[in-house]
């Protein structure tokens, strides 16, 4: 019987998941304050999303997502955590 | 009581803050209104529109001269004023009766509270408000599950009441199960009743307890629309035709006043309810008659009405229809013909059309004797002039019917002078569908004789315009700034690359390559003649450089000609298009013309053809050309190179005759043992089945797996014939040029001409269906032969059997119905596609936002480039650069002028 605190975010080392990170507040801060936007004008990301929850994200952090794509090779992506979404 | 002469309905000064949309209450729609319409005729006996009817003057001017008795205005300036209909008993609304529905189950049916306790809704309140100033969209969600919890409740938690289940039947019927006494259906009256006693706490419910009160969505006022909404009509004959809306809401009075009637002679109860219902019915029709389960209402029993639900909804709806897009002036249409002199940047339009369009001319000291020209000639005589705006005097003259000398003389600048469209003015044009920002370019007026607007070959990709009776569009901006814009944004050089993929959309088809490619060929000599020919018609006025050739005499090759127009330092290297098959070679090294260099501007090697001056090929010496030396230097090569292209093409002669695809008799024997060996092949395949021997294909059953292996072998056979074919004919006759040099047609169809048309197929099988175990009753049940399952071994040269005719048509026929499914599928993603992207932009420092700001992306297309500048997508061309520096070097690391 493994408690659910104790199972690794297997997720996160999957191939097809790119890398995820939250932000720490000041880099919160620097990046809100480079784009010129409040936290609701990002991208959302539920905390229900399952890469969210093997972050351990609160609702108001911001995610950022490194992926790779054809066209631009390495490719940074923010999102702000809601509090909604089906859990 | 004196009328003010204007009651001025707006001021010019007042900005509008902020829209509130809400339900009218019957309070409102009582002060709003100025008339009570009780009667039904709407004209007297002697034609004067009946006091409290429909057409009551308090409705507002409409005719010539009549002053509006509330607000004093002629019809030029009355805004029209709303009546109303106070009804004798109340009637649902359609539309709002789904918000009454979970109102009712939700609130308590005696004391109108939610029914959940007190304390649960002051918390789901302050949840609602919180959702609602951040998730809206969840906000409604919330709602839902409210209602869903309160419309469990048996018992009122605060009045005690007992609460029961109710049951809502579209279009008008609710029902309540009482238990034991069954359903009962609760009458509008007996819901508005209920529903009045509910409270502000609604709001978490997703009403607005003040703007939107539920009472309010049953009508017991009825409010009416001034006649300028819905007009008459007189027709030839002297008799009035009203509008739908007038005859809908003649009807409801009529039968409003009916049931007032009844109800006053105490009818029995039964009856009251009939009416009662009728009106119901009358009301909902006016507001939408295509209700699901409800009656329509029709004109004479014929004609449904088309009310105002009607009015707004659809393509042809006020939206869509008149908001979206809407007819326009100072835009002209006609068919389009072909003109390959002018200039891509030009557009042809007919005498005709440039007399009637026009262009608001201002007068300046500087062009006033022009314009003082214009109107002289006036509007019959072109370059003339339509009207003339006097601005000292206010005032605008017809040059039909003024005196125009006279108005000639008193021009004076600070005048509009409307003239004729004349050579040089910017048009915006246009061909249906708009797919892309190319389906609307600027073009340069070039006014000419003749009916119909005159295009260059090359713009015909943009527009995929063809002149088999296409018509476009011509719109004239009437704007300086619209007119800047056009010139500078949408003129057609500015779009010889695609933003789509980066290439040239604007470029040579057809004839363009296939002269391209008799010019460059290197088995062609022009003699001094025909080089003047083909450097005139491509109006080049330099110096003729020396020849290729002294001996027999001076003989010019065409890739010295082409090479005139080539930037000086143009560097380019890629296969050409005839550079396939037999014919490949993968470097410069090439035997065969077939391998295209160009250094320091010189056509060394290889031919022009698609793959160097076609339209729509990326990566080509066109696409170079716009994309290193700019929209203009491809614009002048396209306009003067590729007139050469024809030119030479009259010179030669290309055509093509029922000999360009004879086949030797030992072709046509070879083909015919190919035929025969296949089917043996076929034969085979059927005898491996009826034994069981057949390989099935892994996931089919053994008929399927015969089938594709039948397939599979009959295309082999078909590609077999088609080398043969290719082998046989000369390279060099005039259809193989064609599909060589990609300008029009394949290997493929020139073997269906020759050689044989190969299997046919609907939905990618055999044609199968029609009798039973055969498609035709030409052919024996379950046949093995292929030719009975829609395999044709004729050629179109040789011509079609019957049956071979009919499999073809068949086929013919699934194309047919692709396409037609295509586009209306295609159209409506487009629409789709275009209203949600629409308000999408990218920020100047490089996000996409929509119009609130919202981030879409961080990074436009994640790489921040702009397709249109670059390399068919890549954004830098490493292998180019080194080219060019190397070339560069070579000639001592100068750029050459
Ligand atoms: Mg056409
Ligand atoms: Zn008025
Ligand atoms: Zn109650
Ligand atoms: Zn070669």
């Known amino acids: 019987m493994a408690s659910a605190r104790r199972r690794k975010p297997k997720i996160l080392e999957h191939e097809y998941v790119p890398e995820h990170r939250v932000l720490s507040i000041e880099e919160a801060r620097d990046l809100l304050k480079r784009l010129g936007v409040s936290p609701l004008q990002l991208p959302k990301i539920s905390v229900n999303d399952p890469v969210a929850k093997a972050l351990g994200a609160k609702p108001g952090d911001i995610i950022e997502i490194v992926r790779k794509s054809p066209t631009g090779g390495k490719v940074v992506y923010y999102r702000f955590v809601a509090a909604y979404g089906k859990s | ?897």
């Not at chain 2, 008993?89 to 029914?115: E, M, N, S, W």
């Not at chain 2, 003040?210 to 909404?229: D, G, N, Q, T």
């Not at chain 2, 003082?372 to 605008?396: F, I, M, Q």
């Not at chain 2, 005759?657 to 004879?662: M, T």
């Open chain 2, 1 to 897: 009581m004196p009328l003010p002469s204007r009651i001025p309905f707006y001021k010019e000064t007042d900005v509008i803050d902020k829209i509130v949309f809400g339900v009218l209450s019957p309070d409102e729609i009582r002060k709003i209104s100025r008339v009570t319409v009780v009667r039904g005729e709407l004209y007297e006996a002697d034609g004067t529109p009946v006091s409290g009817g429909l057409r009551d003057p308090n409705f507002g001017a409409i005719e010539p001269g009549e002053r509006c008795p509330v607000c004093g205005n002629t019809r030029e300036t009355c805004p029209g004023h709303f009546g109303r209909i106070e009804l004798a008993k109340p009637v649902f609304i359609p539309h709002y009766t789904d918000y009454l529905y979970k109102l009712l189950q939700a609130t308590c049916r005696v004391c109108g509270r939610i029914t959940l306790p007190s304390e649960k809704i002051e918390k789901y309140r302050m949840i609602y408000r919180r959702l609602r100033a951040r998730w809206p969209q969840l906000a409604k969600v919330f709602s839902e599950r409210v209602i869903a919890e309160a419309a469990q409740a048996t018992k009122c938690p605060h009045c005690g009441a007992q609460q029961y289940k109710i049951n809502y039947v579209k279009p008008f019927h609710f029902y309540e199960h009482r238990g034991s006494e069954g359903p009962v259906r609760l009458s509008p009256e007996e819901v508005q009743d209920r529903v009045s006693r509910t409270q502000s706490e609604i709001e978490i419910l997703g009403f607005h307890p003040e703007r939107a009160r539920p009472e309010h969505m049953i009508a017991s006022v009825l409010i009416v629309p001034p006649v300028s909404v819905r007009p008459s009509i007189t027709l030839e004959t002297g008799l009035r035709s009203e509008d739908d809306l007038t005859h809908a809401l003649a009807e409801i009075v009529r039968q409003n006043e009916k049931l007032r009637n009844i109800m006053m002679t105490n009818a029995p109860q039964t009856m009251i309810e009939d009416n009662w219902y009728v009106l119901q019915e009358l009301v909902a029709g006016y507001i939408d008659n295509e209700l699901p389960g409800a009656r329509r209402l029709t004109h004479r029993r014929k004609r449904t009405l088309k009310t105002l639900a009607q009015r707004l909804k659809g393509k042809e709806g006020r939206l869509r229809g008149n908001l979206s897009g809407k007819r326009v002036n100072f835009s002209a249409r006609t068919v389009i013909s072909p003109d390959p002199n002018i200039s891509i940047n030009e557009v042809g339009v007919p005498l005709e059309v440039a007399m009637t369009l026009t262009v608001p001319m201002k007068v300046t000291p500087y062009n006033i004797e022009e314009a003082r020209r214009y109107v002289l000639n006036g509007p019959y005589k072109w370059p003339g002039a339509v009207y003339v705006y006097k601005a000292d005097e206010g005032r605008k003259y017809s040059l039909k019917y003024a005196n125009r000398e006279e108005l000639a003389k008193k021009l004076k600048p600070g005048d509009i002078v409307e003239r004729h469209l004349i050579n040089g003015d910017i048009v915006l044009f246009n061909r249906q569908p708009s797919l892309h920002r190319m389906s609307i370019m600027g073009h340069i007026v070039r006014v000419m004789p003749g009916k119909t607007f005159r295009l260059n070959l090359l713009v015909c990709p943009p527009y995929n315009a063809d002149f088999d009776g296409d018509e476009m569009n011509l719109h004239v901006p009437q704007l300086e700034e619209a007119m800047a814009e056009a010139r500078e944004l949408m003129l057609v050089e500015k779009h010889i690359l695609t933003p789509r993929y980066g290439g040239p959309i604007i470029g040579g088809r057809q004839d363009y390559i296939s002269g391209g490619y008799i010019l460059t060929v290197k088995t062609s000599f022009f003699t001094r003649e025909e080089v003047s020919q083909l450097l005139a018609a491509a109006g080049y006025e330099g110096e003729l450089p020396e020849p290729a050739i002294l001996k027999p005499g001076p003989y010019w090759t065409g890739k010295q000609i082409a090479s005139l127009f080539f930037p000086d330092d143009l560097l380019f290297k890629g296969k050409s298009k005839t550079n396939a098959g037999d014919l490949s070679c993968p470097d410069e090294f090439c035997f065969h013309d077939s391998y295209i260099v160009i250094r320091h501007g010189r056509l060394l090697e290889g031919v022009l053809d698609k793959k160097a001056i076609g339209a729509e090929e990326p990566n080509n010496v066109l696409h170079m050309i716009a994309l290193e030396y700019g929209n203009e230097a491809a614009r002048r090569l396209l306009d003067s190179l590729y007139k050469s292209f024809i030119r030479v093409l009259e010179l030669r002669g290309l055509t093509m005759s029922v000999h360009d695809i004879d086949l030797p008799e030992e072709a046509r024997r070879r083909v015919e043992e190919l035929i025969k060996e296949y089917k043996k092949r076929v034969y085979e395949l059927y005898r491996e089945y009826r034994e069981g021997r057949l390989e099935t294909i892994p996931g089919r059953t053994p008929e399927e797996s015969l089938e594709i292996k039948i397939m599979d072998t009959l295309d082999e056979l078909r590609k077999e014939v088609q080398t043969l074919a290719a082998n046989y004919l000369d390279p060099f006759n005039d259809v193989f040029i064609m599909a060589r040099t990609g300008a029009r047609g394949s290997e493929v169809n020139i073997s269906q001409m020759a050689a044989m048309l190969g299997q046919q197929s609907v939905r990618g099988k055999r044609i199968a269906r029609g009798f039973r175990n055969r498609p035709l009753a030409h052919f024996k049940p379950s046949d093995v032969e292929p030719e009975a399952w829609g395999f044709i071994k004729g050629s179109f040269r040789d011509g079609l059997s019957p049956t071979e005719v009919f499999f073809h048509a068949a086929a013919g026929r699934e194309g047919l119905v692709d396409t037609a499914v295509k586009t209306s599928q295609s159209g409506y993603m487009q629409r789709r596609l275009i209203n949600a992207l629409q308000d999408l932009y990218v920020y100047y420092d490089g996000t996409v936002r929509d119009s609130w700001g919202n981030i879409i992306q961080f990074k436009y297309g994640e790489d921040g480039v702009d397709p249109m500048r670059t390399y068919h997508g890549k954004a830098v061309d490493v292998d180019r650069l080194i080219e060019k520096a190397r070339a560069m070097r070579a000639r001592g690391g100068v750029k050459v002028a």
